[in-house]
């Protein structure tokens, strides 16, 4: 095969590299990064990771916080032929003890705030040879397998410094970790093809329908190290102008907002938990006037949440898009110009999307389904699940696990993940559907919704919701509010007030924490009756 036709990633930014030239790339903690600095640390460091041993192959876990080290990493992983592993900063040690052992990865890259975390887990993965320190830990340095500075690495001289380890295309490019909120996590393998076909559609499909790259300034405050920020990073590589990204170690509202202002941001990628929270600054005292696009994806947008940001910040649009880890974090999108209420936009260019029963068969339009995906984006598999995968993937369609319809005009609706589906007295309820309904109430800033075993109807509908600052409202009234507005079955039978929901690490609601809650012994105080 030759270099020019290899579909690797490695490939992919030395592509950008030579199409774009050197210019301000990356804003952060008021530092400004030039691509071409970053590109010759990336090839430096993948010459290091060779020295050390990395192999075609190899899986290298990476876990840091947001900062430029992490896509240096990335690309110096492929460079050497390794498989990408990022882990979420938040990671206990137990869960990246399993990450570790699982996946069998012999090289952690990793911060100083992180490394404690790493070495209560080293002793869980017996196969960890080596701890790539991006920065001296303060105080005493734990005990690690053995250890060097990235720095140090990055001082390694390529016997062909322009030089890089092309891959197949279907070689593993990445493993990700699903975040385990349904049980242990587990690895989904992506593969070079796999990636760069969810990149180009998602790149494909915004310049298509007028995000040129005139928009040159992002915000980036999503984890690089989940499937959604590591997409958003791969797009970038395809833009045929020069792009900043301002990028935040973590969200952070407050500074988001003053990120935005003082960087006169034009496009950003948020969650809906970091939108609602956006929405509890003074936005009206920052100047965002030229910032005209959000992207918001991982977890369904309130309609009420949209409602009051374009409100809010007028000129900005909220683009609603779907995707899972196992498609790459990407399958359909909103595009400018053809918004529709409720949905999560049109399949991207080279993907398929249908809605098939439990049967597997096509529902009529309209109709309310599993949503079912082909494209080449399509994850190669679960790492070492080949049982799970024949369950997941059959005949080259993803079966999502989330419920979702296509109208006539092929827009796609999602309804709820179909294992967060609540089965009231032989009755479905979806969570998402009274989570809208509390929404609506002046008083509450946000909800999640579960349901509780129960002996006489299977399950119970709870809910738990925050309010807005100064509001004060009851169950009762929660739950009348919620009465008239759903079906008998459907309405919660107990409502509880937190001052903050359970969130994932990439800010969802964590619905697995959630019932927990629900299921534990709790004062009847704050509850209304059952009916």
Not at 128 to 153: F, I, K, W
Request: proline content about 6%; glycine content about 10%; charged content about 25%.
């Amino acid at each position: 095969m030759q270099r020019g036709d290899a579909l690797d990633l490695a490939r992919l930014a030395e592509a950008a590299r030579e199409r774009l030239g050197d210019h301000e790339s990356v804003v952060y903690e008021g530092r400004v990064y030039r691509s071409g600095s970053l590109y010759d640390r990336a090839v430096r460091l993948g010459a290091g990771l060779t020295a050390l041993g990395v192999a075609p192959g190899d899986r290298v876990v990476v876990l840091m916080a947001n900062c430029p080290e992490v896509t240096v990493t990335y690309q110096a992983v492929w460079r050497a032929g390794g498989v990408v592993t990022p882990v979420m900063f938040l990671v206990g040690p137990d869960e990246l003890g399993h990450i570790l052992a699982d996946s069998d990865a012999e090289v952690v890259v990793t911060s100083r705030e992180l490394v404690n975390t790493v070495a209560w887990a080293a002793p869980a993965a017996p196969g960890l040879r080596h701890v790539v320190l991006a920065d001296e830990p303060e105080g005493e340095r734990p005990q690690l397998p053995s250890s060097v500075r990235l720095t140090t690495l990055a001082e390694v001289e390529a016997a062909e410094p322009a030089g890089l380890c092309t891959r197949d295309d279907d070689a593993l490019a990445a493993l990700l970790y699903t975040g385990g909120t349904t049980g242990r996590a587990k690895g989904v393998m992506l593969s070079h093809r796999n990636l760069q076909a969810c990149a180009r559609s998602g790149y494909a499909a915004a310049h298509a329908e007028g995000l040129t790259d005139d928009l040159t300034r992002t915000l980036m405050p999503l984890p690089l190290s989940h499937a959604y920020g590591l997409i958003v990073t791969l797009i970038g590589w395809h833009a045929v102008q020069p792009q900043l990204a301002v990028l935040q170690r973590w969200f952070d509202p407050g500074q988001w907002v003053e990120l935005a202002d003082r960087h006169r941001v034009q496009r950003t990628t948020l969650v809906p938990s970091m939108l609602q929270m956006l929405l509890a600054q003074p936005l009206e005292q920052a100047d965002l006037s030229e910032l005209r696009y959000v992207t918001s994806g991982a977890a369904p947008l309130p309609p009420e949440t949209r409602a009051a940001w374009e409100a809010r910040v007028p000129g900005c649009h909220i683009m609603e898009g779907y995707g899972c880890t196992e498609s790459g974090a990407v399958i359909s999108a909103t595009r400018p110009g053809r918004e529709r209420p409720g949905s999560v936009g049109e399949p991207l260019p080279e993907f398929e999307v249908e809605i098939r029963d439990d049967e597997g068969r096509q529902v009529p339009v309209g109709g309310a389904g599993e949503i079912c995906v082909r494209s080449a984006g399509v994850m190669r598999g679960y790492w070492r699940s080949p049982e799970l995968t024949s369950r997941t993937v059959r005949d080259a369609w993803l079966y999502t696990g989330d419920i979702g319809r296509l109208d006539a005009d092929g827009f796609l609706y999602v309804v709820d993940r179909k294992k967060d589906v609540i089965l009231r007295g032989g009755f479905n309820v979806y969570p998402r559907d009274v989570e809208d309904v509390l929404l609506g109430h002046p008083a509450v800033a946000s909800a999640g919704v579960v349901g509780r075993p129960d002996e006489r109807l299977g399950e119970e509908v709870v809910a738990y919701v925050t309010l807005r600052p100064e509001a004060s409202v009851g169950a009762d009234e929660l739950t009348e509010h919620c009465r008239g507005r759903l079906a008998a079955h459907k309405y919660p039978r107990q409502i509880e007030v937190l001052e903050q929901l359970p969130l994932t690490a990439v800010g969802k609601l964590d619905r697995k924490a959630l019932r927990g809650m629900a299921r534990a012994p709790r004062d009847e105080a704050g509850t209304a009756d059952p009916v």
